[in-house]
C-alpha cells in the first residue's frame, strides 16, 4: 500500500446507470433509439440543430431529477479521504460524482449542465433550454450549443489525463464498454507504463484483457466494496 499513492479511475455509463440514466450501447440504449449520425456529430448538428437541440434538451431535465447512486458516493469519500494523488475521469456529461461531493473529476466528453458558445469560445452553466437559441451572457449571440463532445472532436483536458496516466501506479475503469476510444486506450497505456490495473464493469468489456484483474457486478456494490478495501475500512 506504502507504493500505491496515485490513482486514475475511468468511469463510463455504467456508474450512472444505477441512476436511471440511459445509456447508450446497451439493448434499449439511447443508440437504440437515435442515430450517432444524427445528434452527435457536428455534422448532424449542421444538418439539423433543432432536432440535436431537442435530443440534449431532454436528457439535461433528465439528468437534473436523478441522484447519485452508491458508486458515486464511494468515489466521493475517495476524494475526500485518499491523501495521494486522484483523478476521477469521466466519460459522462452528468455530474452526479459532483453532486455525490467529488472535486477532483475530469469531464472529458464535456457537460450536460453546460452550454457552449461557438463564437466567443465562453462556456456557461446551463439548465435550461437551448432549442429557443437564448443568448449567450457573454457576446450575446444566438448560438449556444450543448458543450458535450461530439463524435469526430478532440476531448477535454486530454494533457491533463495523459500527465496523471504517466504518474498513477494503479488505473482503474468503472462501467466502461472498453469500445470508446481514446479512453479505451487508456489500460494498455497504463499496462506499458508499468501500472496496476483494475476493472469494476457490470460484465466482460472488450478491453477486459488489459487489466491484471476484472470484477464483474453492479457498480453500486462493486465500488464501495473497491474503496473500503483501498482506504482498510472494508
Not at 453532486?99 to 450536460?112: K, Q
Not at 477535454?156 to 468503472?174: E, K, N, P, T, W
Request: proline content about 6%; glycine content about 8%.
Amino acid at each position: 500500500m506504502a507504493e500505491l499513492r496515485n490513482i486514475v479511475v475511468l468511469t463510463g455509463a455504467g456508474i450512472s446507470a444505477e441512476s436511471g440514466i440511459d445509456t447508450f450501447r446497451d439493448a434499449g440504449g439511447l443508440w437504440d433509439k437515435h442515430r450517432v449520425e444524427d445528434v452527435a456529430t457536428p455534422q448532424g448538428y449542421e444538418r439539423d440543430p433543432a432536432l440535436v437541440q431537442r435530443f440534449y434538451d431532454a436528457r439535461r431535465e433528465a439528468v437534473q431529477k436523478v441522484a447519485p447512486n452508491p458508486a458515486h458516493e464511494a468515489l466521493a469519500r475517495l476524494d475526500r479521504e485518499w491523501e495521494g494523488g486522484l483523478l476521477i475521469v469521466t466519460q459522462n456529461v452528468d455530474d452526479l460524482h459532483e453532486r455525490a461531493g467529488a472535486s477532483r473529476v475530469v469531464h472529458m466528453h464535456g457537460e450536460l449542465l453546460s452550454a457552449l458558445c461557438p463564437i466567443c469560445e465562453r462556456r456557461h452553466r446551463w439548465t435550461g433550454p437551448l432549442i429557443d437559441r437564448p443568448e449567450c451572457p457573454s457576446c450575446e449571440a444566438r448560438s449556444l450549443r450543448p458543450d458535450v463532445v461530439w463524435f469526430g472532436e478532440m476531448p477535454y483536458q486530454m494533457d491533463r489525463i495523459y500527465a496523471a496516466l504517466r504518474s498513477a501506479h494503479l488505473f482503474v475503469s468503472i462501467g466502461t464498454s472498453g469500445a470508446v476510444y481514446p479512453a479505451a486506450g487508456f489500460v494498455s497505456d497504463a499496462r506499458e507504463l508499468g501500472m496496476k490495473t483494475l476493472e469494476l464493469n457490470l460484465e466482460r468489456s472488450e478491453g477486459s484483457h488489459w487489466f491484471h484483474e476484472s470484477r464483474e457486478g453492479p457498480a453500486g456494490k462493486l465500488v464501495p466494496e473497491w474503496v473500503d478495501e483501498l482506504l482498510g475500512t472494508g
